[in-house]
């Protein structure tokens, strides 16, 4: 059997072995090794809680003080029974009330009393004290230390997994503290458990003694009194040393070294500390009455210590502190610092001063939770990772805004008004509040307070709340500018994720036939046209065919919605079904003639009267068609779609246009809701 099949049985078998212990006699000579067992492993522990750097490195200690707690309070029961019974308990328990004590009743009580009042009026209840308060401040701090690891992530400090690991030690360090403050309540009633078995020993000895045994008042005292005394010692000094290494760990601060390293460099890091105690103490020697050799070595000791102690040490602290001031004092900007002030964040969130609760989670902001979710979002959704989002305040906003940033440009802004809800309807008269329209949708609505939520959903209106009216605001940002937010390296990142799973598909495009540049352009296009880059690997296999032919921009751009056109298709369509709006055949042909090639790609070379037509014919077609809560896309031919979409688009916002060769898939069903003529739409 293995060590670790060992380790994960011995525990639970131990404490099956302790139940056994309160109802199955045991022999002498076991009891002894339990004694000796349990002694050894309150040293263990206790050397153990002084080596250890932190508490949570010892995180098993509340689970470990329950046990062994248990296990002496079986031993007491296991010892109570052989005394009671035989009138003996084993060679440890006589030799502590033999050897130890001097077998004398009196010394032994008095030394048995001041452990216990040692344990249980000193140790305990300090280490109690300190246990509940340490709890107290963890959990008060935890919402603090949450929203600091937060803030890192969002400025992009640390990563992801730091974050994560930040974030368990921080709700480990609250469990293991609130665990601590019960687990010290099991010290204090075992040192009063040891105080009631020691007194029941002794009387139930001396009655057992006397009365059943026929012994001599005299010979059941002695007999009985030494051997609950022993007892008495045999677990309470085991108890001690578990007392002492939960005020050990409760009190122990986390640094870089263990409790005496770390004792001896602090303690010994002051040479006119160490020579003040010194000569105090050779001064104490010249007290007429007091004894001089103690004093006097102690002393001369701490002198031979302060002489070897480095002088260097409070010359660092000095040092130190210069540098500090230094630091404070204006000085010249080295370029590495210019340079970091000059950094541009490529998306950032600008709150309003009395915005900031948004992202305090200790007064219940979830702001930077609901960032991390929309970043998840938006990589699934559009097959990129947005950078990490900076949350700032500034005081030139004004009251109550908030504003969305990229690369250090407003692309969007809003309101917030703390303790306000956004109600959206149209039966908002009756509700106090402030008439504003909602950022994303354009609908309208009323900043109501927040009290008054319940009744402004009684008159059917659809209620947000501050965040989630900033959060679908920076969304919706996101996803217009989503080309923006592509930076080159992402790209890299992207291409070299994809090289872990298909990189046949990567050493065959790139930097063969185009560079990282040239893929980023394609990608960007993509994005603009709402097309998500998700699959890259079928992208880059489409710009593998057409970059062997051409390089042309929209020709590669033609090429990856090629390779994508069934997604592109599934994603307009409603329940299976893709309607479409086509171009009449005489005017399709006319446009498809009037393709001119120009530096910055195909352009149409038509009449701007006819353009101007046929902008408001497919205008009009839109609109019935949203009326009847239909969202069709334009179809047409392959050489004709990006031309069209780059004329179409900055008249009729929205629209979608499609080629023929991307209206295919299987289970699609094409309906034709529109036909653009030229001169007149047709309804079909």
Known sequence: MGLRRISQLAVPLGVVGIIMLLVIPLPAQLLDFLIAFNIVSGLLILMTAMYVKRPLDFSIFPSLLLVFTLFRLGLNVASTRLILRDGEAGKVINAFGDFVVGGSLVIGMVIFLILVIIQFLVITNGAGRVAEVGARFTLEAMPGKQMAIDADLNAGLIDEDTARTRRADVTSEADFYGAMDGGAKFVKGDAIAGIVITIINLVGGIVVGAVVKGMEIGDAVQTYSLLSVGDGLVTQIPALLMSVATGLIVTRATSQGDLGSDAATQLLRSRSALRIAGGGSIALALIPGLPKIPF??????????????????????????????????????????????????????????????????????????????????????????????????????????????????????????????????????????????????????????????????????????????????????????????????????????????????????????????????????????GVPVRDLARIYEGLTLQAKVSTDPDALVEAARGALGPAIAASHAVEGVLRVLTLDPLLEHQLVESLRLTDSGAQLSVDPARVERIVDEMGRVMHVAEEAGISPVLVCAPALRSPLRKLVTMAVPGVSVLSYSEVSGPGLSIETVGVISGAAAVAA
């Open 296 to 529: 006097l070595i102690i002393g001369i000791g701490l002198l031979a210590i302060a002489q070897k102690t480095p002088a260097d040490n409070a010359e660092a602290d000095e040092a130190a502190a210069e540098e500090a001031v230094a630091a404070l004092a204006p000085s010249a900007e080295t370029p590495e610092q210019l340079m970091a002030s000059m950094r541009v964040d490529p998306l950032e969130i600008v709150l309003a001063p009395d915005l900031v609760d948004l992202v305090d989670s200790a007064s219940g902001g979830d702001l930077l939770d609901r960032v991390r979710s929309l970043r998840r979002k938006v990589a699934l959704e559009l097959g990129i990772v947005i950078p990490p989002v900076r949350t700032r305040d500034s005081l030139d906003l004004p009251v109550s805004t908030y504003a969305v940033r990229i690369s250090g440009v407003d692309v969007g802004s809003g309101l917030a008004p703390a303790g306000q809800v956004l109600a959206l309807g149209d039966h908002l008269d009756n509700l106090p509040g402030t008439v504003t329209t909602e950022p994303v949708f354009g609908l309208a609505g009323k900043w109501v307070p927040a009290e008054m939520r319940h009744q402004a959903e009684m008159t059917g209106a659809t209620v947000v709340d501050r965040a989630s009216v900033l959060i679908t605001h920076l969304a919706e940002i996101v996803r217009a500018n989503a080309s923006r937010l592509l930076s080159r390296e992402d790209v890299r990142t992207l291409t070299e994720a994809l090289r872990s799973t298909d990189g046949a598909v990567v050493d065959e495009l790139t930097p063969a036939l185009m560079s990282l540049g040239e893929v980023q352009r394609v990608l960007a296009a993509l994005l603009d046209e």
